[in-house]
Structures are given as structure tokens and as C-alpha cells.
């Protein structure tokens, strides 16, 4: 095979999943979705068309307490249907203290969590900033810099959804860390977005998995 002809089938395979996930991502931004968070012992529930509203509501609701921690209404929002992994909570500890923040930025998250825990007079400065851990969020993204060369096969690549009749029932499927996902319905590229999101939403799933093993028959 020419390496012509491996990086065509390289940059459909990318194109393939990029779809899936812009699919995924649409689905998030327009369906009914709940949050919920929690500061000091205090629960705090909302719901709102995509998430972003879905989200803001239910850390205002917190937020606007007086008895609980700003940074940990943040850290703590999850939601049921937010798959994309783009919001970030970070951690810090100094001296026995531990402070919560969170964002859909990571830097302003990481901001946040060291500066929470600088201001207090009771914590180092310095281990405040060695002791910071994140996960998730975004910053802006890396250019894009295509694969190298391969002799081999490629691999790993989901087979194409049947998109010749977007009527056609289709049972699509993924499976991540073990788990498999499966749903029913009309329509390759809803379904197949939908499956994504149930295995994404899965706090034991690895969320690329769940795009890259997803197929429908």
C-alpha cells in the first residue's frame, strides 16, 4: 500500500471520529440535561436546556449561599449527561488545608485553586502551588500535526456507520475499559452520537475510547 493511500485512509478515520464527537458535542449543547453540586454538606440540584445553562444554574444556586465554599460548588458540579470531559476541577493542599476549584478553562481553574489557597493565612505559598492537581478542562488547542509515516496497517479505527439510509435501524455500540454500551434506533449518526455520550458520561470509562471503539450495524 502506497503511503499516499495509508495517509487517505488515516485522515478518513480522523474525519470519522471528528464527526462523531461535533455530533456528541451538538446533542450536549441542545438536550434537557441535570446538574447537581454540593458544598458543606449542603446539595443543590438544577436542570436547563444544554449544558452550559444546565451548569451556571446549579453553581449560582450554590455560589449564592452564604453557607457554603464558592471553590467547592465548582469542583463539585457534575452532570448527567456532560461526556465532553472539557471541565476542569483542580485540587490543592498546604499544611492540612485543602482547597476546590473548577472551570470549563483549565487555567482559570488552576488560577483559582492556588490563589484560594495563597490567601489564606494559614498555608505556605509555595506548597500550594507544588501540591496543585487537575483533570479535564481545555486550553487552547495544539496545532494539528499529521501522523507519522507508518508501513503497517492502520489501526484502531471505528468501521463506518451505515449513513446510505439514515432511515435504516441500526444498533450501535462502544466499549471502554471493559464496559460495552449499547442502544437501538433510526438514523446512524444520532444513534451513534448517543451511544458515545452513554459511555463518556461513565466516570470508569476512558472518554477517547468511547469514541474510537464506537460502530453501528
Not at 464527537?21 to 458544598?39: G, H, I, K
Not at 458515545?196 to 464506537?214: P, Q, S
Request: aromatic fraction near 8%; hydrophobic fraction near 30%.
Amino acid at each position: 500500500m502506497s503511503r499516499t493511500s495509508i495517509f487517505a485512509i488515516a485522515m478518513t478515520a480522523i474525519c470519522t471520529l471528528q464527526t462523531h464527537q461535533a455530533l456528541a458535542d451538538s446533542y450536549l449543547d441542545s438536550a434537557w440535561l441535570a446538574c447537581q453540586t454540593s458544598s458543606k454538606g449542603f446539595q443543590f440540584r438544577n436542570a436547563d436546556y444544554g449544558i452550559a445553562n444546565a451548569r451556571s444554574r446549579t453553581i449560582r444556586d450554590c455560589t449564592s449561599n452564604a453557607h457554603t465554599n464558592n471553590g467547592q460548588c465548582r469542583y463539585n458540579i457534575s452532570c448527567d449527561a456532560d461526556f465532553t470531559g472539557s471541565y476542569a476541577r483542580c485540587v490543592t493542599r498546604s499544611r492540612g488545608f485543602t482547597f476546590y476549584d473548577g472551570d470549563t478553562d483549565l487555567h482559570t481553574a488552576l488560577g483559582r485553586t492556588v490563589s484560594n489557597c495563597e490567601q489564606s493565612a494559614h498555608t505556605n505559598n509555595g506548597e500550594c502551588r507544588a501540591n496543585v492537581e487537575c483533570t479535564g478542562g481545555h486550553s487552547s488547542p495544539p496545532p494539528y500535526t499529521p501522523p507519522p509515516y507508518d508501513p503497517g496497517p492502520p489501526t484502531h479505527y471505528p468501521p463506518a456507520p451505515p449513513y446510505a439510509d439514515p432511515n435504516r435501524q441500526v444498533v450501535c455500540s462502544t466499549t471502554s475499559n471493559g464496559r460495552a454500551f449499547n442502544l437501538p434506533g433510526r438514523g446512524a449518526d444520532i444513534v451513534i452520537a448517543r451511544v458515545i455520550a452513554a459511555c463518556r458520561i461513565n466516570h470508569y470509562t476512558d472518554k477517547e475510547a468511547c469514541v474510537r471503539n464506537a460502530y453501528c450495524q
